[in-house]
């Protein structure tokens, strides 16, 4: 009498067990005996990323690191019009793509531009081959007027895993802002600050790029 598919998986991966080490062992036998497969899945994940090559972006002031910026950081309320307001949301949308909430990072975007107008699960497909996303942001530039509008320019250092090779993935981008000017007749969402471009970041010897 032939032996069901999923019954002869389980006979295979019992045989092999003494073959195996103790957490392989372990996740072979929850499999076995009918262990719910996203924990599974889960706790697999979990120790590959235990022997994978740590992610250890470069320091400040080192080539691949954020601007060595040594001034004071401000300490209580944040004005949110400001370039440090600026820099709060870049945080809050690095936040969101590490949390994997992509529909609310993508609202950070302004409307009008590609990332802001494209459709939801094309964004999203943007970051699919990283199975983390992490960023240290650095100090806002000051910022710059034009047509109405005001625009800042954030350094992020972005570092993540690369999901097909477990491999670690740096770069540095330049995180464009832009809000309408406190002008009369504008709208508090218009006054808000919102993603506008996320470029390369210059090397140190290089002058970081201007909004345009």
């Known amino acids: 009498m032939p032996v069901a598919r999923n019954g002869y998986a389980a006979l295979l991966l019992l045989a092999g067990l003494s073959a195996c080490a103790p957490g392989e062992r ?13 924990d599974i899945e ?23 690191g954020l601007p060595d910026d040594r001034a004071p950081l401000i300490e209580g309320p944040i004005d949110p019009g400001t370039p440090q307001g600026a820099a709060q949301v870049v945080q809050g949308y690095y936040g969101l793509l590490e949390a994997k909430r992509f529909d609310e990072a993508q609202d950070l975007w302004r409307d009008g531009t590609d990332h802001g107008d494209e459709p939801a699960k094309a ?19 000051d910022s710059e007027g034009a047509a109405g509008s005001v625009y800042v320019t954030v350094p992020v250092q972005v570092y993540a895993r690369v ?16 809000r309408t000017n406190d002008v009369p007749g504008s709208t508090a969402e218009q006054r808000r600050w919102h993603v506008y471009k996320i470029g390369a970041w210059p090397s140190l010897s290089q002058t970081p790029p201007k909004p345009q």
Request: aromatic share 8%; net charge negative; proline share 10%.
């Open 123 to 141: 964004f999203a497909q943007h970051f699919a081959g990283f199975s983390e996303i992490h960023a240290n942001i650095g100090a806002p530039l």
């Open 26 to 38: 372990s996740t072979l036998e929850n499999v076995a005996n009918g262990a719910n497969t996203t």
């Open 163 to 178: 999901k097909a090779t477990g491999k670690p993935y740096y770069a540095l981008r330049s995180v464009v802002l832009r």
């Open 42 to 64: 889960e706790t697999v994940e979990a120790q590959a990323l235990s022997v994978m090559e740590p992610l250890n972006p470069p320091a400040p002031g080192t080539p691949g």
